[in-house]
């Protein structure tokens, strides 16, 4: 597995993470490249494009994460950590998570 690595993960990264998301799956949708489909589904199967987009953003594979450590700014709106924790346990399904 990879070192251990700090990220922040707040509104604007969940945003981005988002609008790629959309980006890979807008793609996908419209046969741009059969060839490219292809390769998605055999590398990623059939994973939300969001999730993909958030597991390169932060370097890390499905399998490459075995536990992770959430801080959670006070002063975020309720909605920030349980979208941070649903996105990151859908890329990492494996992971403990506290």
């Known amino acids: 597995r990879p070192p251990p690595r700090a990220f922040w993960l ?7 993470a988002g609008a790629e998301g959309y980006r ?4 996908l949708s419209d046969n741009i490249a059969r060839n490219h489909y292809t390769e998605y589904y055999r590398k990623h ?3 939300n494009g969001t999730v993909v987009a958030c597991r ?4 890390r594979e499905a399998d490459d994460v075995g536990s992770m450590i959430l801080f959670v700014d006070p002063s975020s709106g ?3 950590p349980c979208r941070s924790l649903g996105l990151l346990d859908a890329c990492f399904p494996n992971a403990v998570k506290a």
């Open 24 to 27: 890979l799956q807008e793609q």
């Open 10 to 16: 707040g509104e604007d990264e969940l945003d981005e």
């Open 56 to 59: 390169g953003m932060l370097q």
């Open 78 to 80: 309720p909605q920030l």
């Open 45 to 47: 199967g059939r994973t």
